[in-house]
């Protein structure tokens, strides 16, 4: 797969070679992915939190590098109404948590397995509120999809420009309404859609690890 060319902000020279071919924000992501690993679970020591798995599945091929969320059914009795990423908690089939980020991603998107080239996993988060701890994988699309919500599940999706007009997203505040109360959060902004909470934190590491090194 070919490398993707990105706004001038996100392109450096390789390392010892000035001349030489530009990394862009999508390689640094890569370079700092932990890998895949069949025996991995996902644990915080001391904590009881359950693992659960999300995928983040990345477009390479468009120069924002669209990140594939859904909207969660307002009918569902936990997070309705939420943006999210494809996922969800581990069954005891699964085996390794990068297939259960495949197995979800197929069941809410119709996401099939092969389109996904899987590449690694970002930094862990807790949620304690529900308590589980989200592994999230980064898978880039092999080919074109047109994924599929599923009834009753999910709303509808969309894609989340990582790079829209080829720098970052940018982080805003806004209040929101939960069943907890009304918060003032940040999130990232798209179209009618809020991204916050940990599908946010998620994005948010995402782009850090996309950004170059400090001079």
């Not at 069941?107 to 080239?117: F, Q, T």
């Not at 080919?143 to 007009?165: C, D, K, M, N």
Request: aromatic letters at 6%.
């Amino acid at each position: 797969m070919g490398r993707v060319v990105t706004h001038d902000r996100f392109l450096t020279p390789s390392a010892g070679s000035p001349g030489g071919p530009q990394v862009t924000g999508l390689d640094r992501l890569l370079e700092t992915l932990q890998p895949l690993e069949d025996d991995a679970v996902a644990v915080i020591e001391g904590s009881a939190l359950r693992p659960a798995a999300v995928l983040a599945l990345i477009d390479p091929s468009r120069v924002d590098l669209p990140l594939l969320l859904l909207l969660r059914s307002s009918e569902l009795r936990k997070h309705p109404g939420q943006v999210g990423l494809p996922g969800g908690s581990a069954a005891p089939e699964d085996g390794p948590l990068w297939r259960t980020a495949l197995r979800e991603a197929n069941e809410e998107l119709g996401v099939v397995p092969d389109a996904v080239d899987l590449r690694g996993r970002t930094t862990l988060v807790p949620t304690w509120n529900s308590g589980f701890v989200i592994a999230p994988f980064v898978g880039l699309l092999r080919r074109p999809i047109e994924p599929v919500p599923a009834a009753g599940e999910v709303a509808a999706f969309f894609w989340l420009p990582l790079l829209p007009q080829g720098v970052p997203a940018a982080r805003v505040s806004r209040r929101v309404t939960v069943a907890e109360g009304s918060f003032v959060v940040t999130g990232y902004r798209h179209q009618s859609h809020f991204v916050w909470g940990a599908t946010g934190a998620v994005v948010e590491d995402l782009l850090a690890r996309m950004a170059p090194p400090a001079s």
